[in-house]
Structures are given as C-alpha cells and as structure tokens.
C-alpha cells in the first residue's frame, strides 16, 4: 500500500475516471447487465484502515495497547473491523450533522474497548514484536466457543 493507496492510482488519476471505468476498478457491476458480481470493497477498506488508524490513539494504563501484527488473522477482529468500515461508509453520505460523532461514540468507542482489552480481547495472546498468539498459553487447535448447528427443525425466536 504505498502512501495509503492500494488502487496504484494518484489523487488525480482516480478523480479523471468516468463511473464506469471506476466501476471496473472495483470489480462493480451495473445493476440489470445481467453480469453482476459482487462489489470487491478491500481497496476502499484498506485505503479507510490506513487513513483510520493514522487518527486513532488509545491511552490506557498500559505501556501500549494489545495488537496484532497479523491482525487478519484474528476472525473477530475481521468481523469488527468490517463493521466500522460499513457504519463509516453510511457516515460519509449521511446529511445528519451529528453522524459522525455518533459514529465514534455508538461504533468506534464500543469496539475499540474490546478490540483493545489487554485481558479479554481478541488480541491478548498476541504481541506487537512477537507476533501473532505468542503469548498463547491454550491449546490454539480447540475454538474458544463449540459452535455447533442447532437441528434442521430449529426456528428462530419470533418477534424478540
């Protein structure tokens, strides 16, 4: 990703691209072409993880903050990470004045206490210099919660 941008193209280069060869760019398709494939919105996750965490500092008690530096590798950090991109992208066409504090307050600060959690996060086996779960002390090949699929008769609640 040089200078934050994973596209390979400047500032200037993306703003001269007609709609449709922007749509290209992301592997989007126009609707009814009966040629859909899914949007690929990694360049734009990417390109907002960068830029994000650039802004972001975490002041806490400890020396620093629990992080990965193989943080896709952790599901539920994926999974997290995913949403504030999608809540942020809602944000960035939003008409309300207030979106973006609403942002922080209702979407960043109630991940960013889990994700940084230095005893229950998802990164607590992990260290900054040592890597991915170097610290794990449990047997890494057993899930941390035993999903298993509920019957094919099963019905979720109704109306809860």
Do not use: Y
């Amino acid at each position: 990703m040089a200078n934050g941008d994973v596209t390979g193209l400047t500032d200037d280069e993306r703003e001269a691209l007609t709609d449709d060869e922007r749509d290209t760019g992301n592997n989007e398709t126009v609707e009814g072409t009966g040629n859909e494939e899914p949007i690929d919105n990694r360049a734009d996750f990417l390109d907002w993880f960068a830029e994000h965490f650039r802004t972001v500092e975490v002041t806490d008690s400890h020396e620093s903050a629990p992080w990965c530096p193989e943080w896709w590798l952790h599901p539920e950090v994926n999974a997290r990470l995913w949403a504030l991109f999608l809540a942020h992208q809602e944000v960035e066409t939003s008409e309300s004045l207030g979106a973006l504090s609403d942002w922080w307050l209702r979407h960043w600060d109630a991940h960013r206490a889990v994700l940084f959690n230095p005893q229950t996060g998802p990164f607590k086996d992990c260290s900054t210099t040592k890597g991915h779960l170097s610290q794990r002390t449990r047997n890494t090949n057993i899930a941390a919660i035993a999903a298993v699929l509920p019957p094919d008769e099963w019905q979720p609640p109704v109306g809860q």
